[in-house]
């Protein structure tokens, strides 16, 4: 009886320690997609070439600072697709919402101007403030760059610790940051649809 009853208690032992939370995915939003028709391409073609985002970022769960030294990488909270291809999704939405025609590396040839972009921090801790910072640059063909910069964004979490906020202040961080490109990179005809 206790042969049979030993692997039987291990086996109910084992199942019982062996579940897992679910994980969580989470989007960055854009509202130029949601909240505006497509505008007729009349703005200059830009060809956009994001360089390098933090390798901290290069991953699917999400990273956050616990303090100035410190990450905490999330076990179940994943970003849910990688956060360069969200970046480069909001920039083109809303670079196509003001009129232009984005291209990315490889469909460049024809463009009249380079965008290039390179995320240097997006952290902060959470429920408090995210802050992002870029450094970017335009130039025509292999010119020197006709204008470049810095941009530095923070959005509030509202004290709201979550991660679903913390997705929420990313959302309007690339938001914000695509939104300065835009007033910095096309001339203002163009950037008025």
């Known amino acids: 009886m206790i042969r049979t009853s030993f692997p039987l208690a291990l ?3 084992l199942f019982s320690c062996g579940t897992t939370a679910p994980s969580r995915f989470y989007l960055v939003s854009s509202p130029a997609a949601a909240s505006q028709a497509p505008t007729e391409s009349t703005g200059p073609l830009i060809a956009l070439e994001i360089v390098d985002v933090p390798a901290y970022l290069e991953r699917d769960p999400i990273a ?3 303090s100035s030294h410190e990450l905490s990488v999330a076990d179940f909270d994943r970003w849910a697709e990688p956060i360069e291809e969200a970046l480069r999704r909001v920039i083109a939405e809303t670079f196509e919402s003001k009129g232009a025609n984005l ?4 469909g460049e040839r024809e463009a009249a101007l380079f965008l290039r972009l390179e995320l240097t921090a997006l952290d902060g801790v959470l429920g408090g403030d995210l802050e992002l910072r870029a450094r970017w640059s335009v130039r025509r063909g292999s010119e020197t760059p006709l204008l470049a910069g810095r941009i530095r964004r923070t959005e509030s979490t509202g004290g709201d610790a979550s991660y679903a906020a913390w997705a929420a202040a990313t959302s309007r961080a690339f938001q914000g940051l695509a939104q300065d ?7 203002q005809d ?3 649809p």
């Open 11 to 13: 086996a109910l032992l």
């Open 64 to 66: 956050t600072r616990t």
């Open 103 to 106: 291209v990315f590396p490889g």
């Open 181 to 187: 490109l835009v007033q910095r990179c096309m001339p």
């Open 190 to 192: 163009a950037a008025t």
